[in-house]
Every structure is written in C-alpha cells, then in structure tokens.
C-alpha cells in the first residue's frame, strides 16, 4: 500500500512539473508551428527572429547567468563524462550512417550531432531556471559553456576536414571567436572572477533582455518545423532514440562511473536529456548538407522530450 502511494505521489510530481513549468515553455513552440502552418509567420521571418535572438538576447542570458554563478565551484569531472559521451557517440553515430545507410559524410556527421547536441539554452535552462535557485544551475552553465566552445569548435573542425580535406585552424578560431555566445561566456567568466560589480540599471537591461532570448528562438523552432515532413526513415528512428535515451542513459552511466558523488548529476543529465538542438540545422545550411533528416529529429525529440524533462526535472 505504502509502494503504491509512493508510486502515485511520483506521478503526481511528474505531471506537476509537466504542467508547470515544461508545457508553458514548450506552448510558444507550438504557437509558431501554428502560426507556420497557416502561413502567417513565414520560415524566413523566422530565421531572422532567430538570428536576433541568438547574436542579442541569448548573449545578454548567457552573460547575466555566469556571472552570477559560482564558478569557483566548478568540477570538471562531471564535464569530462559529459564530453565524453557526447565524443563516444557522435564516433559510434558516424560509423553506423555511413557503414549502414550510406549516409555522405556531411550528413552523417551533422545527424550524428544531432544525437548528442542538446537544445540546452533554449529549452533545458528556461525549465530549470524556473525549478531551481540560481547557485544550483552550474551543471547548465557547465554544459552551455562545453557546447558553445569546445563542442561547436569539434563539429566546425569535422566539417572543414570534411569539405576541405584538411582543417585551417585559423577558420576554426575564426568561427568560434565570431559567436557572440563565446564573447557573453568569456565576459561573464572575466567579471564574475574578477569580482567586477555591475550597475544596477545595466543589470536590469540584462535581466530583461534576456528573458527575451527563450521564447523568440523556440518560437522561431516552431515556424521552421512547421514545415518539416516527417517521414520516420531508419536513421531518424535511430538518432531519435540516441538523443532521447542512449545519450542520457550514457551520461548517466559516466557520471556514475566517474563523479558518482557529484550533487549536479541529476542536472547534467537532464541536460543530455533535452531535444536535439538546433545547431544542427543552422551548419546544414551553412555547409550545404541536406537537413530532411536533421529536421525531423528536431521535430520529433521536441515532441518525446515533453516526458523525458517532466520526468527528469
């Protein structure tokens, strides 16, 4: 009897956060696929709200949350195991599209990616931005900070090597130095190291700015996948699954082998646990790879990561 009304009162809890705060974040997604269908915000229009979320708003987050986190907390063992899930996979994922589907090594690569490379910024850190006290987000940040550098230099190297032939390192340090998320993190760690105290009313124009980053993207997301056709051929299947479960199943397994003390691990593998990121889709463009494929991982993991960050969170 006491199982059972334990078992309810864990229900109860995941359907909570599933209505608050995951569904109210996820519904601006599902006012743009609405307003996409019906054409009246057009794809394009889209992408330039995107585009002014990701080189303004999302900076101005981003900065405004590591400064205020504490970094001298920082474990880098947790972010190793991470890392190297996100390595193990994105090799492993490669391997089986081009050996088993015959995938080009550009899709291959960026499909792999997107079954590693959560929608951390936009999705994961607003949810848990709502769920818990600022000095509790550091795994978040220690995620956003490893995939805006480290991991985004990674898939830039891949794909010069693969369009090139070889890297140019100086192309590389170039992309990466251009983000104006790499520029927010640098500043954020300076200041917040540093000790530097911000003016009130500079720290009011963050704060509200801010705030304004989540919800322009995930509305954008919502405009671009309106149009998606979803077709569920096997690497969709495939991927869908890895970004759903065997990546977090995989974090989980690393963080247990090798931090199994380390209070932040039921954060970072919500982290892992988050849809596939956009990012994917934006290099597709950028490197003239098909994005059918990325697309519709996107569109799915955003539908089934409804259940997996409920019940996560």
């Known amino acids: 009897m006491r199982l059972r009304s334990e078992r309810a009162g864990d229900l109860l809890e995941i ?8 569904l109210p974040v996820y519904a601006i997604i599902a006012i743009g696929y609405l307003l996409g269908r019906r054409r009246i915000v057009s794809v394009p229009e889209a992408r330039s709200l995107n585009r002014l979320a990701l ?30 899930a996100e390595l193990v996979l994105f090799a492993a994922g490669i391997v089986v599209l081009r050996k088993m589907f015959g995938l080009g090594p550009g899709e291959s690569a960026l499909v792999s990616f997107s079954g590693v490379f959560s929608n951390t910024v936009m999705l994961v850190l607003p949810i848990s931005v709502l769920l818990y006290p600022p000095d509790q987000l550091l795994p978040i940040t220690a995620v956003v900070m490893l995939d805006s550098t480290l991991t ?23 992309m990466v130095a251009r983000s104006p998320l790499l520029i927010a993190i640098s500043l954020g760690i300076a200041f917040n190291l540093l000790g530097v105290t911000i003016p009130h009313p500079v720290v009011t124009f963050i704060e509200f700015n801010g705030r304004a980053a989540p919800a322009l993207a ?16 096997m690497p969709v299947v495939i991927f869908t699954i890895v970004k759903c479960a065997v990546f977090p199943l995989t974090v989980w397994a690393g963080l247990a082998l090798l931090a199994p003390a ?25 490197y003239d790879v098909k994005t059918d494929k990325i697309t ?13 960050l409920s019940l996560l969170a």
């Open 15 to 22: 359907l909570k956060v599933l209505g608050d705060p995951v």
């Open 55 to 84: 080189t303004l708003f999302l900076p101005l987050l981003i900065f405004g949350l590591i400064n205020n986190t504490p970094i001298t907390a920082f474990d880098p063992v947790p972010v190793l195991a991470y890392l190297g």
């Open 152 to 174: 985004f230099a990674g898939i830039i190297m891949a794909l010069q090597i693969i369009r090139l032939g070889h890297v140019t390192p100086l192309g590389v340090l170039t």
């Open 218 to 233: 995930l509305f954008a997301l919502g405009v671009v996948l309106s149009q998606t056709k979803i077709t569920l051929e």
């Open 262 to 286: 380390s209070p932040g691990a039921p954060l970072f593998v919500l982290a892992s646990a988050g849809p596939a990121g956009a990012m994917a889709f934006s290099l597709a463009l950028l």
């Open 296 to 308: 519709q991982i996107i569109l799915v993991t955003n539908v089934l990561s409804l259940l997996s």
